[in-house]
């Protein structure tokens, strides 16, 4: 991808560490999604379905609304002390909250360990995508947004197939079973493979003085609207990404009779399509076509793929369309990044936190939700994402401008 020292200023040592970090977190975040109904019927004992919908979409969503609250701040505190302190930090919150919720007897531990995971997870990526756009010039940084966003996409990708396999070997009596029952081991695992990266993270991430703390003034009304709508779009999409997580779960434990690993394999399909549009088609789309004829297709097939999903009564019907739902999530995710950092000015730190935030806001209430109405109807949580989505596409080609971006090579 590079080789050596890049004319910008950003060398290949310290752009794979930064790509390991997000990818650390986000195997930590994934682990747990096709667990969590498993885990809680562990914990909950002879709880009705509803319970354990319930508290799968309330475990998930407090981990998203604590990154909500976290990302912003984190992102202020970088702009005025440096990136590599506060991505340390972050990484290694993510490590200890990894091994106290594999060491979680009840519910409430399990509450607790995912809140302060969120809380110091929202650490790494807004200030990881500082960092980048701090050492890149314009025309490389969205190829570099699309490597991150591949990084946090083969995270959430590995996090899921790690923790159906290793769940496997341990009910199957080839693991040792921990403290915290017959799922501690992913958890654990993922915890040590995080503490491995921190490490490289603080031998190999060289410091860089913080950027002047003066975007604000440079922005003008106009750019302050259209930031509040790519603010207002990333909460959209992410609200149909969290409930798209949640319910598949759901639906594959309870409808489909899937186990953890068949489950796994699902999220790793739709992690390895997002990845596909992020490293082959971001770049060049963003240099041929206007903003607004990639916003509003991609919402658009979002939409489409979560909506059928409910009619989704065997594999192969289920494989199609959480491709298309991947596909346009592969595409939305780094474009709406790429678009804030450009009328960031030099707070990088501040303004891609509040991107992380509003798209952390948005895939919590999108993980509630789901949850919520999973127990009431199971069509309920497909259907309205379903919606929302598609006002978002009509959003995204309403109240965005039409203009190419070129990202150079």
């Given at each position: 991808?590079?080789?050596?020292?890049?004319?910008?200023?950003?060398?290949t040592?310290?752009?794979?560490?930064?790509?390991?970090?997000?990818?650390?977190?986000?195997?930590?975040?994934?682990?747990?999604?096709?667990?969590?109904?498993?885990?809680?019927?562990?914990?909950?004992?002879?709880?009705?379905?509803?319970?354990?919908?319930?508290?799968?979409?309330?475990?998930?969503?407090?981990?998203?609304?604590?990154?909500?609250?976290?990302?912003?701040l984190?992102?202020?505190?970088?702009?005025?002390?440096?990136?590599?302190?506060?991505?340390?930090?972050?990484?290694?919150?993510?490590?200890?909250?990894?091994?106290?919720?594999?060491?979680?007897?009840?519910?409430?531990?399990?509450?607790?360990?995912?809140?302060?995971?969120?809380?110091?997870?929202?650490?790494?990526?807004?200030?990881?995508?500082?960092?980048?756009?701090?050492?890149?010039?314009?025309?490389?940084?969205?190829?570099r947004?699309?490597?991150?966003?591949?990084?946090?996409?083969?995270?959430?990708?590995?996090?899921?197939?790690?923790?159906?396999?290793?769940?496997?070997?341990?009910?199957?009596?080839?693991?040792?079973?921990?403290?915290?029952?017959?799922?501690?081991?992913?958890?654990?695992?993922?915890?040590?493979?995080?503490?491995?990266?921190?490490?490289?993270?603080?031998?190999?991430?060289?410091?860089?003085s913080?950027?002047?703390?003066?975007?604000?003034?440079?922005?003008?009304?106009?750019?302050?609207?259209?930031?509040?709508?790519?603010?207002?779009?990333?909460?959209?999409?992410?609200?149909?990404?969290?409930?798209?997580?949640?319910?598949?779960?759901?639906?594959?434990?309870?409808v489909?009779?899937?186990?953890?690993?068949?489950?796994?394999?699902?999220?790793?399909?739709?992690?390895?399509?997002?990845?596909?549009?992020?490293?082959?088609?971001?770049?060049?789309?963003?240099?041929?076509?206007?903003?607004?004829?990639?916003?509003?297709?991609?919402?658009?097939?979002?939409?489409?793929?979560?909506?059928?999903?409910?009619?989704?009564?065997?594999?192969?019907?289920?494989?199609?369309?959480?491709?298309?739902?991947?596909?346009?999530?592969g595409?939305l995710?780094?474009?709406?990044?790429?678009?804030?950092?450009?009328?960031a000015?030099?707070?990088?730190?501040?303004?891609?936190?509040?991107?992380?935030?509003?798209?952390?806001?948005?895939?919590?209430?999108?993980?509630?939700?789901?949850?919520?109405?999973?127990?009431?109807?199971?069509?309920?949580?497909?259907?309205?994402?379903?919606?929302?989505?598609?006002?978002?596409?009509?959003?995204?080609?309403?109240?965005?401008?039409?203009?190419?971006?070129?990202?150079?090579?």
């Amino acid at each position: 991808m590079m080789a050596g020292q890049q004319r910008d200023g950003l060398a290949t040592l310290p752009f794979f560490l930064l790509m390991a970090a997000v990818f650390a977190v986000y195997v930590g975040y994934g682990i747990v999604l096709p667990l969590l109904p498993f885990l809680l019927e562990r914990l909950l004992g002879d709880a009705a379905r509803f319970s354990v919908a319930w508290h799968t979409g309330m475990i998930a969503g407090i981990y998203m609304f604590a990154l909500f609250i976290g990302a912003p701040l984190w992102g202020r505190v970088s702009d005025r002390i440096g990136r590599r302190p506060v991505i340390l930090l972050g990484l290694g919150g993510c490590v200890v909250a990894l091994a106290s919720f594999g060491l979680a007897t009840n519910l409430w531990l399990a509450y607790l360990a995912r809140g302060l995971g969120g809380a110091l997870v929202s650490a790494v990526l807004p200030v990881a995508l500082a960092y980048v756009s701090d050492t890149s010039t314009p025309e490389a940084r969205a190829r570099r947004f699309a490597w991150m966003t591949a990084a946090t996409t083969l995270g959430f990708m590995a996090g899921p197939l790690l923790g159906g396999w290793l769940t496997d070997l341990q009910v199957g009596g080839l693991v040792e079973v921990g403290a915290g029952g017959s799922f501690s081991a992913p958890f654990f695992t993922a915890a040590a493979g995080g503490a491995v990266i921190w490490l490289a993270v603080w031998r190999g991430l060289p410091g860089i003085s913080p950027t002047p703390h003066a975007a604000t003034a440079q922005h003008n009304s106009r750019n302050a609207h259209s930031v509040n709508v790519l603010l207002l779009l990333a909460l959209l999409g992410m609200f149909g990404l969290g409930a798209f997580e949640v319910a598949i779960a759901l639906q594959g434990q309870q409808v489909l009779g899937l186990d953890p690993l068949q489950i796994g394999w699902m999220f790793m399909e739709c992690s390895l399509v997002m990845v596909a549009v992020q490293v082959l088609v971001f770049s060049p789309l963003v240099r041929r076509v206007g903003f607004r004829f990639i916003i509003a297709p991609a919402f658009l097939a979002m939409a489409v793929g979560v909506g059928l999903l409910p009619s989704a009564a065997n594999w192969n019907w289920l494989i199609l369309l959480v491709g298309l739902f991947a596909a346009g999530s592969g595409i939305l995710i780094p474009m709406l990044a790429y678009r804030v950092s450009l009328n960031a000015g030099f707070a990088q730190g501040e303004a891609l936190g509040k991107q992380t935030a509003a798209a952390a806001l948005g895939q919590g209430l999108g993980s509630v939700a789901a949850g919520w109405m999973y127990g009431l109807a199971i069509e309920a949580p497909f259907w309205l994402t379903a919606v929302l989505l598609l006002a978002g596409a009509v959003v995204g080609m309403a109240r965005t401008p039409n203009n190419q971006l070129s990202t150079g090579d």
